[in-house]
């Protein structure tokens, strides 16, 4: 089974400060990858997804980015945050015919 | 694009009794439809999935129902114990497509009455 890891697990970054988030992929080839957000209490929004290298979907206009350089490495990044942009940030791996499978999360908060 | 609904948002029930969530899809696409299960500051994680060449698959306590036509699965738990207490997610995806991205359902916050 993929097993991902995600770090760091939690970020406390001023108004305004950059962000990077990294996500990357074992037990797998060619994954489709995800970025998720998730608010206090509420479901799981999606943000980017990537079905392969360099190839990135945005679906939700934002501040933030997504890039893929390498087959299992998903990074997630914005220049300036805002506070809207605390919340639980999950990163997900899936290929055809297995589910979806989780990074631990990060819970990013700006202050 | 997809659009994944997902009821009730919160649900009670005592324990030994059964519980039901249902979701509604609206992209005819969707050929996959995984639960989740995401307990406080966790990860979701899978607990059962079904493709669109079945109509039912069960797994101990846990059943789920998919009915094409309607655009419809249910989440089926038997027997509840105090641990299924949890958010719930449903979700539909594309396998086998380009346009393979996930979308989960608002969630159910089920809680067991002891």
């Known amino acids: 089974s993929q097993t991902i890891h995600q770090w760091p697990a939690t970020l406390v970054q001023p108004v305004g400060s950059p962000l990077s988030l990294e996500c990357t992929v074992e037990?797998?080839?060619?994954?489709?990858l995800y970025w998720y957000r998730q608010a206090a209490g509420r479901g799981l929004q999606l943000l980017f997804y990537s079905v392969g290298i360099g190839q990135i979907s945005s679906e939700v206009p934002q501040n933030l980015s997504a890039s893929r350089p390498q087959d299992r490495q998903f990074i997630l990044s914005s220049k300036k945050l805002l506070l809207s942009d605390s919340g639980f940030y999950l990163c997900?791996?899936?290929?055809?015919?297995?589910?979806?499978?989780f990074g631990q999360g990060t819970r990013l908060t700006v202050v | 694009g997809e659009n994944v609904e997902q009821h009730p948002s919160t649900l009670s029930v005592q324990e030994g009794d059964s519980a039901v969530i249902k979701c509604t899809y609206s992209?005819?696409?969707?050929?996959?439809f995984p639960w989740y299960k995401q307990e406080l500051g966790k990860r979701p994680q899978l607990i059962i999935d079904?493709?669109?060449?079945?109509g039912e698959k069960k797994d101990q306590r846990i059943a789920v129902t998919l009915n094409k036509t309607a655009k419809h699965f249910s989440l089926h738990i038997t027997e509840t114990q105090p641990e299924d207490s949890a958010v719930y997610f449903c979700a539909a995806s594309i396998e086998y497509s380009s346009a393979s991205k996930i979308i989960f359902g608002s969630g159910t916050r089920l809680s067991i009455r002891p």
């Open positions: 079904i493709r669109s060449n079945v």
């Open positions: 992209d005819s696409a969707s050929n996959y």
């Open positions: 037990g797998t080839s060619n994954p489709n």
């Open positions: 997900a791996s899936k290929s055809d015919g297995t589910e979806a499978f």
